[in-house]
């Protein structure tokens, strides 16, 4: 592991958002689920497909909030463009998001 300063942390760009709408994505190569995430009226509306069929179905994905890196470059995943990558830390069976504990107004950056 190496240091980065400060500057380079804030290159990042990663933003509160709230699930609006998800679904099953059986056409990935690895169990996955599509999402569309409003980070509010900044950056409106970024769609992004996570490997976390583990710990959430689609349904229970809706209204949640969650954090997101808004900046990189989008991806193509399979035949879905992601244009955010959702944060996340495995436990021991899979993925779990990373969320703010209380209610954020949607767009705010992580400081």
């Known amino acids: 592991m190496s240091d ?3 500057d380079d942390f804030m290159k990042v ?15 990935a ?11 509010g009226p900044e950056i409106g509306e970024r769609k992004t497909s996570a490997q976390i069929t583990d710990h959430y179905t689609p349904d229970a994905l809706i209204g949640r909030q969650i954090m997101g890196v808004v900046n990189f470059p989008p991806r193509q995943i399979g035949k879905f463009m992601s ?3 959702v944060l996340g830390a495995y436990d021991a069976t899979g993925v779990v998001l990373i969320a703010p504990d209380k209610e954020v107004p949607l767009g705010e950056r992580l400081c």
């Open 4 to 6: 980065i300063t400060f």
């Open 83 to 85: 244009e955010v990558l």
């Open 13 to 27: 760009d990663i933003r509160v958002g709230r699930v609006i709408r998800a679904e099953p994505y059986p056409e």
């Open 29 to 39: 190569r690895k169990p996955a689920i599509k999402m569309w995430v409003d980070f």
